[in-house]
């Protein structure tokens, strides 16, 4: 829930209670609203005991996350399995990082194909004159 507080913001809201509430008020304060946070859980604990012993034993292993819609589906469509479609070794069979560094990718399924990612070999004839070393390329403004 606040896995996306750094130290340097919980050192800011503490020193921001320190100023608003005072020292001699924080220790209450802080004890008022865990007691507040407790209460609350207890209640909703409570009311998921209430909602399964309503729907019945067959219900008794029935979770509230699996409402969420992303477990749902997993769950009911996909029977349950972490990968049932196989797109978690296609998507490990792309390799951007090779393209990004001018690698040859590897090929997918076995299939090579007849990209090369060499620099070396000659120019289109329509590209013009090669370019000298260190020597940017020509800025297109309509082609970005």
Do not use: C, H, W, Y
Not at 32 to 43: E, S
Not at 119 to 125: H, M, T
């Amino acid at each position: 829930m606040f896995s996306d507080v750094g130290g340097l913001e919980l050192l800011t809201l503490v020193v921001m209670a320190i100023i608003i509430f005072g020292p001699d008020k924080l220790p209450k304060l802080i004890q008022d609203t865990m007691g507040f946070i407790r209460k609350i859980r207890a209640f909703a604990d409570n009311a998921k005991e209430d909602i399964r012993s309503e729907l019945g034993p067959e219900f008794q292993d029935f979770e509230f996350e699996d409402l969420n819609p992303k477990n749902f589906v997993r769950k009911q469509l996909m029977g349950g399995q972490d990968d049932p479609l196989g797109l978690k070794e296609m998507k490990d069979s792309l390799d951007i990082r090779s393209v990004l560094d001018d690698k040859p990718a590897t090929p997918v399924n076995g299939r090579g194909g007849s990209v090369s990612f060499d620099k070396s070999g000659p120019a289109p004839a329509s590209a013009g004159a090669p370019l000298a070393p260190g020597e940017r390329p020509p800025f297109d403004p309509d082609a970005t």
